[in-house]
């Protein structure tokens, strides 16, 4: 069932990297478990799968908290949908990763927050790839710009970029949108800017998160490092 699926995604994960001569290691596969019980994450998590992704607050904070300490201490949390900047303090010591900062203000916000907490708060940021209305995300055009003020935040540490691709019958309608995403993510990761190094002075600009279940091969051909796959892990949504 759910080990099966799992299975299935990490084999086409496998197969993509061969095709560009990657290492699947290279690659996360986060589980989007967003409406899914947590009673289902328990498969997905006894079947190695650490990393998932919620896009909202009060269902992560839920989850979180509903976890017995059996199990799911190691998992990682990774906040993936549009994140109001006062349900900020609410995940800020619990999720891993913020994949979608999408604003300076909320940028300010979780800084706060963190500093509050005495914790360095991991991020990506946002790009609005495609410039679709319905989407968050910054502007390409504005990245350089963003991330200059993002430096001046010491409880952020951004760690690359994320996007959400348009919804396509054909993912390689999407490739042009993920090569220019690795793009930028390369671009940025030669100027070795001052909150993208860890204190060892090493990179830590080294996430670029991109595919879902209709386009994650050709996401990870590309040069996505983390993945998110709701549906084909868990199945359909409601
Ligand atoms: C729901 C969601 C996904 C996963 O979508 P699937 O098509 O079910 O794989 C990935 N990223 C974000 C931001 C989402 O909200």
């Given at each position: 069932m759910i080990s099966d699926n799992i299975n299935t995604i990490k084999k086409r994960i496998k197969l993509a990297c061969e095709r560009v001569g990657r290492n699947p290691s290279e690659v996360t596969l986060i589980a989007v478990s967003k409406t899914k019980p947590v009673s289902m994450m328990k498969d997905v998590y006894e079947s190695g799968i650490k990393d998932f992704g919620e896009n909202r607050v009060q269902e992560l904070v839920e989850k979180y908290e509903e976890?017995?300490?059996?199990?799911?201490?190691d998992i990682k949390w990774h906040q993936i949908g549009h994140l109001q900047r006062n349900k900020v303090k609410y995940i800020i010591d619990k999720a891993t990763l913020i994949h979608s900062v999408d604003s300076i203000r909320l940028a300010k916000q979780i800084n706060k927050e963190a500093s509050k907490k005495n914790i360095i708060s991991d991020v990506l940021i946002q790009i609005n790839i495609a410039n679709e209305d319905s989407k968050y995300g910054i502007d390409k055009s504005d990245l350089e710009e963003f991330l200059q003020e993002l430096i001046k935040l010491t409880h952020i540490r951004v760690r690359g970029l994320m996007a959400l691709a348009p919804y396509v019958d054909d993912p390689e309608k999407n490739r042009n949108h993920f090569k220019e995403m690795h793009q930028l993510f390369v671009d940025i990761e030669s100027k070795n800017h001052d909150n993208c190094i860890n204190e060892d002075g090493i990179s830590s600009f080294d996430t670029l998160s991109m595919g879902m279940t209709g386009d994650f091969e050709v996401a990870i051909e590309e040069g996505a490092t983390m993945v998110r796959v709701g549906t084909g892990v868990f199945g359909e949504r409601q």
């Open positions: 976890l017995d300490g059996s199990w799911g201490e």
